[in-house]
């Protein structure tokens, strides 16, 4: 069974940065696609970042575009969200998302087979 444990969210500074985490475990991470979702109160869940399996192909929103880069380690079974620049509109309980299939990555978060539990990220001003 799979398992998706977020972690490193926080309270911080307009300006500042966080790194989360999503460690994974049932299943092989190197055969899974990652995304990063977010929802804010009040707003429906929204794309972040994805990348493949293998973590050659990425891609963001354009929201957080040159801001936030999203990495993995397949040998850690952990992919990352590195966040910089970070904006009062970024706070959001953010989600890591897992797909199974082949060199690909997805936006659309009824693509994902897993999801975790999130955690809670709030920017102030």
């Known amino acids: 069974q799979a398992q998706l444990v977020e972690s490193g969210g926080g309270l911080v500074q307009a300006g500042g940065s966080l790194r989360l985490s999503c460690t994974t475990s049932?299943?092989?991470?190197?055969?899974?696609?990652m995304g990063w979702f977010r929802q804010a109160p009040g707003k429906e869940r929204e794309f972040v970042a994805t990348?493949?399996?293998?973590?050659?192909?990425?891609t963001y929103a354009d929201s957080v575009k040159g801001r936030f880069t999203i990495a993995r380690d397949n040998a850690k079974s952990t992919v990352y969200l590195q966040m910089s620049s970070l904006k009062p509109e970024d706070t959001a309980v953010y989600y890591c998302a897992a797909k199974w299939g082949a060199e690909h990555y997805y936006i659309y978060d009824s693509k994902y087979d897993n999801w975790g539990q999130g955690t809670k990220v709030t920017v102030s001003s």
């Open positions: 990348v493949s399996r293998s973590g050659r192909s990425t």
């Open positions: 049932g299943i092989t991470a190197s055969n899974y696609a």
